[in-house]
């Protein structure tokens, strides 16, 4: 699951990590790095979960 889409995630994370760097200039960019590679990780456990929980609907 995680192979499959590593553009995405690397979009993700680029994005996010502009984002905290716009938002909290002050704060090292090693701790953005730190706090988007948690939310990519974060956002993948989800997916696979819900792929893992997922029922086909009810005929």
Same mark, same amino acid.
């Given at each position: 699951? #995680? #192979? #499959?889409c590593p553009s %995405? !995630?690397?979009y993700? !994370? &680029?994005a996010l990590l @502009?984002? /905290?760097t716009t938002q909290y200039p002050a704060? @090292?960019?090693g701790a953005? /790095? #730190?706090?988007?590679n948690r939310? &990519? %990780?974060a956002a993948q456990? @989800?997916?696979v979960t819900a792929f893992v929980k997922h029922r086909a609907p009810a005929k």
């Amino acid at each position: 699951m #995680a #192979a #499959a889409c590593p553009s %995405e !995630r690397q979009y993700y !994370r &680029v994005a996010l990590l @502009d984002y /905290l760097t716009t938002q909290y200039p002050a704060i @090292d960019a090693g701790a953005h /790095l #730190a706090t988007a590679n948690r939310a &990519v %990780e974060a956002a993948q456990k @989800d997916i696979v979960t819900a792929f893992v929980k997922h029922r086909a609907p009810a005929k």
